[in-house]
């Protein structure tokens, strides 16, 4: 009875016991076969069950995918894997804790951080670097492995090579060794600590190898080629009881292994910084980061955002460059258009002559002026030189060094001959501009040649017909001034007659009588001389003071003025010589004075009256005549001095009159000539040089 | 035309913009834990090619260098700074790279209870600002006067030698040298920790430099704090690689690293707010450098720092 009562109290304290330990399932990934893993893992087991008052721990060691199955369902409450492993596991369950590192034992030295080893024979001379591994065959394991896989990849990452391609996967470290040794494979990646346990168990000779990338790390006990990573976690799964996990981390910590040979587990560390095991996978973009993130616009905006605006600035820089440079290239092809069409369509003659190397550059025209087809002349200085005539060379040069002189003060404008293809000579003008280096050296000499012959021609023609003219005018002048004093001899010579008849001719009478025709008569004849000269052929300037030049002419006008009732204001404040053609000018104040009495007669003006003055201004010479016939239309007033135009009535005027005035005074005498209205009437001002030279 | 101009050169100001080279920037360094983020930037291959390391030894090195002008920019403590300026050489700082909380460090031969211990004792320091300024710091505490001890000028890198050979009992230095000294049992005395926020060192870059420089110093700013952040994810890489480099055990590097604080940019930030305790700490040492002695006057404290290097 006693006994039996002791069975069942043994078998139920017995019960009692097996329910009070309880179990705990602590998962260690299955790195090398399972034989070895239990071999290393099995005295730490055993330690902790000995140290765990309540916990049994089993040791259930897992592949990756019988590992994370068992993750799935809840099944292990401990674990010990690889980092990489365990930033995967860490990811799918954020509270899971690591609560120790593991530390191993090598050459009498413990470590709690590896790494990986790239290495080859010893005897390969070509392979000394990363960059000679670039097209080399590689034996590494999967891309699961820290050790033997990523750490190695990530330093040919950082150095921008990617090795994936050159990767052959092996089964264990094993089979990396024998590749590499029996040259199978250039190079291998190992994880750190193999090697010298290879070595010391006399499976390979420290000197058949040699190891790549090797790390500035001396006090660390093993080959090295990458960065170190912390060792194995040992992490509890979040069921587990905060005073469990505490008596397991202390038992843990205070884990020291019977040394063995065989084992290389050395014990446990406090939990170290993982964060370089993320960075490294993240770089790479390995589990858990492999998963393709929709990347949005939000997100490129805000990391690119600087690159973004450059990029963008470029782009918007350039379109304005293109839009600006497709403007330009259309304004001066539509510029060069015009100035082909112009040069078409005009007979002026470009020239360009390049005074550096002495070329001269000719459009078409200036062949099609002298009669060649527009390809014969050379482009040269000589093709002008040769065409010039020889009584013309001279003046043409000093043209055009006076011009060059003067640093381009004045204006180029010259006229020579030129021989055109028949052999008949052709009046030709030159004008142009010359560019001046920044030391006023003449470069470039720019400009038209134009075929003046018809138009000299012309001129000469129209100077005939306005002299006919004014001729005309003259004589009706002429008569005018004339009828007064034949009237007076007609008379004196009837009173003489009425005299003689009543035979009371006494001989003072007939004295008196004869003195006053010959006063008459004498009048008349230098009426004559005054006209004679006028329409003299002038050749040569002469030197005549401005105010007695204008007088001359008031002479010629003033008693036709006072026939009509026009008053003449005069005022004289010129007492300068000039050197000019005299009667031309006379000529042109004539013309003038005679348009302000013809429009004054013809306005029926009240009042008329015509102002002349002589005065200096800026250093010319000017004249100005007003008068008060109430002006020149707006509409016309740029006309005036265009040939054949005329305001007046066909009787009166030629249309000439102007037009050969402005000749005159701009082409032989070098001056200006212009008409304005002011106040009630108009004003034309003649402003000229001392000389005409 | 005028909007043909406009564009054209625009275009051209951008392509030059582009194709613009920095002007170069030459960085005093020298070996410090503190500073070890711009040496292991250069390792990492990390910092600009217009950006010339000039590596010193010792601090006098750094200091005599930006004074003549053959570097343009230094890691320099904030006492250099100040002196600098009382020479009439106008540095301004562009960043705090770290402010020592224990590495800097007084180690003696025997054990030492109490800082009046020290008396009769030869003291090796280095012919430096914050050397200077210990050794007064720790007589004042002691209650003794200079008078009292030997002080002995060694250089840092000649510590070592003078240690072995039995030259000073007692030294004021600095990691990395200090570990040296400590891996043959030296006993400590006291350190920077106890002067809270006291020692700055800084990216001092000089006046009449900063300008066409501009570009330069953001870049360097920029790869050191790309490293600092390196350090803090990939810790025991970084020590591995420390300790390689100056030849110091991992753990060593690791008490080193933990003598200093190394401000991110948003802490560098906070320092170079007025109200800081950069501005204090120059203010407070501007004082007891002048009081002194080792400055004849004060030097001018306005525009110390320029935080238009951090911006991002």
Known sequence: MHLLILLITVVLGSNTLLWAKRSLNFGVFLYAPESHVQQQYQPLVDYLNVHLKEIEIKLVPLDRSAFDEALQHNKLDIISTNPAHFEVIHNNNLFIRPIATTKKLQNGISTDSFGGVIFTRADNKTLMTLEDLKSSKIASMDIKSLGAYQSQVYEFFKKGIDIKKNLSVMDNHNDIMRSVIE??????????????????????????????????????????????????????????????????????????????????????????????????????????????????????????????????????????????????????????????????????????????????????????????????????????????????????????????????????????????????????????????????????????????????????????????????????????????????????????????????????????????????????SKTIDDFRDFFKEEKQKTDVKLDELVKESIKIMNPVFMDKGIKLYTEYLCDKEISTYKNELKQVLLNILKNAQDVIVEREIEDPMVTVTTYMKDGKYCISIEDNAGGIPETVINKIFEPYYTTKSSLNGTGLGLYMSKIIINEHCKGNIEARNINDGALFIISMNKSVD | MNMLRVALISLLLMLSGCQDEDEKLRVGVLPWIGYESIYQAEEFGWLDKSIELVKGEIPTDSFQRILSGEVDAAALTLEDVILARTKGVDLTIVAVLDISAGADIVLSKEPIESLAEIKGKRIGAEDSALASLFLTKMLEQSGLQQSDVTVLNVPSTQQLEAWKSDQVDIVITYEPYASKLISLDANYVTSSREFAEMIFDVLAVRNDRLEDREASIQKLLRTHFKTLEYFHTNYKDILYRISAREGNRPDDVKRALGGVILPSKAANRVYFDKDSTLYKSAQELNDLMFDKGFIAKKALLNDLTDPVFLKD
């Open chain 1, 183 to 524: 040259g199978k494979h250039d190079a291998g990646f190992i994880r750190t600590g193999v090697l010298e346990s290879e070595i010391e168990q006399g499976r390979l000779k420290a000197e058949d190898i040699k190891v790549i990338n090797s790390q500035n790390m001396s006090y660390y006990p093993y080959y090295l080629s990458t960065q170190l990573y912390p060792e194995w976690p040992i992490a509890i799964l979040p069921h587990i009881e905060d005073d469990i996990a505490n008596e397991l981390t202390i038992a843990l910590l205070g884990f020291t292994p019977k040394l063995d040979k065989n084992s290389s587990l050395y014990g446990f560390t406090l939990p170290q910084n993982y964060a370089s095991v993320q960075h490294m996978i993240k770089a790479l973009g390995l589990p858990p980061y492999d998963t393709y993130e929709e990347v949005t616009y939000k997100q490129i905006y805000q990391q690119y955002r600087t690159e973004i605006f450059v990029f963008l600035s470029f782009v918007v820089m350039l379109v304005i460059i293109v839009f600006v440079i497709i403007k330009l290239n259309i304004k001066i092809r539509t510029s060069e258009e015009r100035f082909k069409l112009a040069m078409e369509g005009t007979q002026d003659a470009l020239f360009d002559w390049n005074m550096k190397d002495d070329t001269m550059f000719h459009s078409k025209q200036f062949e099609l002026m002298l009669g060649y087809d527009g390809t014969e002349l050379p482009e040269t200085i000589d093709a002008w030189k040769d065409l010039l005539h020889p009584d013309d060379m001279e003046d043409a040069y000093a043209s055009v060094d006076a011009y060059l002189k003067a640093k381009g003060k004045k204006n180029y404008v010259s006229v020579f001959r030129m021989r055109s293809k028949d052999g008949s000579w052709r009046l030709i003008e030159g004008r142009g501009k010359a560019l001046f280096d920044a030391n006023g050296v003449p470069e470039r000499f720019i400009g038209f040649n134009t075929d003046i012959t018809e138009k000299s021609e012309h001129e000469k023609q129209l100077l005939v017909q306005t002299k006919h003219a004014q001729m005309g005018e003259m004589i009706a002048m002429i008569a005018h001034q004339w009828r007064q004093p034949l009237s007076a001899i007609a008379a004196t010579t009837s009173s003489l007659q009425v005299k003689q008849l009543l035979d009371k001719m006494d001989a003072k009478s007939l004295t008196k009588g004869l003195e006053e025709i010959v006063n008459l008569t004498q009048h008349l």
